[in-house]
C-alpha cells in the first residue's frame, strides 16, 4: 500500500512504499530488456517490473496492476505513447510517465517545459537513477492528464508558449507572455507574473536560463535575474545603471552587460 509524506523543500507528497511497481511499454524487446535492468541494478525502491510491447496492452497491464511509474515510448505502429490517457479512465490516471525519446533537442526543451520526465535514446544508467528518483517526488500529485495535454501541444507547435512550474500543490502552468522576471534565491528561484505577486520554486535560476535561451523575449541583465523584455517600463542611468519593471521591481544590470542591453533595448520599437 502507498503511504505519503511531505517534503518540506518542495510541497510534494513523497510516496513511501516496500512495492513499488514500473511498467515499461516499448515496441522494441532489445529496449525493454535494456531498462529492465538499469531500473534493476539503479532503482531499489521499484520491486515489480511489467512490460508490454505495444499501447493497447500496456493499458491493460495499467488496469490490473496499477503501477507507479510506467515507462513510456513514443514512437510505436498503431498507437503513439502520447495516446496513452485516450485510454485510460481519469480516475486512473494515478501513475507518473517516464517517456523514452530518440527525439531532438526541440521536443526535449517541449518535455522540460511541460514538467514531464524523460530518458533520451540510448539511455544511461545515471538517467534512469535520476528520473525515478524525480518521479516518485510527483506521485500523489500526478496532474498527469494536464501536463501530457501541455506537451502535445508543445509538440504540436513551432512555438513554445508555456512552461510548468512545479509548486506545492502540483504544477502550474504560465504562459511566457505573463512572466516578468525570475531572481535567483540560492538554490530557488523567485518567479514573478503579471497575476501572482510571486512564486517561489525550488530550481536554481540556471534551470530557467538554459531552458528558456531559445526565448527572446527573455533576457540576462545580471547573474541574479532573468527578465522579460517586455515588462520594462524604463532604463534609469543613475548609479550606475538599472532597469525597472513594470512591476517597480528594480534589477541590477552588470557591467559587461550594460552596452549589450542599451542595444537590445533600443531595437525594440
Known amino acids: 500500500m502507498l ?8 510541497g510534494y507528497k513523497v510516496v513511501l512504499t516496500n512495492n513499488m ?12 530488456h535494456v531498462l529492465r535492468i538499469l531500473v534493476e541494478e539503479n532503482c531499489p525502491k521499484i520491486t515489480q517490473i511489467f512490460e508490454a510491447e505495444d499501447l493497447l496492452s500496456g493499458v491493460e497491464l495499467i488496469k490490473s496492476q ?31 510517465i517516464i517517456f523514452t525519446t530518440a527525439y531532438s533537442e526541440y521536443a526535449i526543451q517541449a ?18 537513477k535520476e528520473a525515478v528518483n524525480k518521479t516518485i517526488a510527483f506521485l500523489g500529485n500526478t496532474q498527469i492528464n494536464k501536463r501530457l495535454a501541455e ?58 536560463i538554459e531552458l528558456l535561451k531559445n526565448q527572446n523575449m527573455f533576457y540576462r541583465p ?4 532573468l527578465i522579460n523584455l517586455s515588462f520594462i517600463k524604463e532604463y534609469i542611468k543613475k548609479d550606475g545603471g538599472y532597469i525597472v ?12 552587460k ?4 542599451l542595444t537590445i533595448v533600443s531595437s525594440i520599437g
Open 151 to 208: 506537451l502535445k501541444t508543445s509538440l504540436s507547435q513551432a512555438n513554445f508558449s508555456k512552461i510548468g512550474l512545479p509548486v506545492a500543490d502540483g504544477i502550474k502552468f504560465v504562459n511566457f507572455n505573463e512572466i516578468i522576471m525570475f531572481e535567483a534565491d540560492g538554490m530557488y528561484s523567485k518567479i514573478t507574473t503579471i497575476n501572482d505577486s510571486e512564486i517561489l520554486i525550488s530550481k536554481p535560476l540556471k534551470h530557467f
Open 222 to 225: 545580471h547573474r541574479s535575474f
Open 66 to 96: 496499477e503501477p507507479s511509474i510506467v515507462f513510456l515510448d513514443i514512437e510505436m505502429p498503431e498507437h503513439s505513447g502520447l495516446e496513452i490517457l485516450n485510454f485510460i479512465e481519469k480516475e486512473n490516471h494515478n501513475f507518473e
Open 111 to 128: 518535455f522540460q517545459l511541460a514538467a514531464i520526465d524523460y530518458l533520451l535514446k540510448p539511455v544511461r544508467p545515471s538517467q534512469v
Open 3 to 10: 503511504q505519503h509524506k511531505i517534503n518540506l523543500l518542495t
Open 21 to 32: 511497481k514500473a511498467l515499461i511499454i516499448d515496441d522494441e524487446k532489445k529496449a525493454r
Open 258 to 261: 550594460k552596452d549589450e542591453f
Open 245 to 256: 519593471m513594470d512591476n517597480n521591481k528594480t534589477v541590477s544590470i552588470s557591467k559587461d
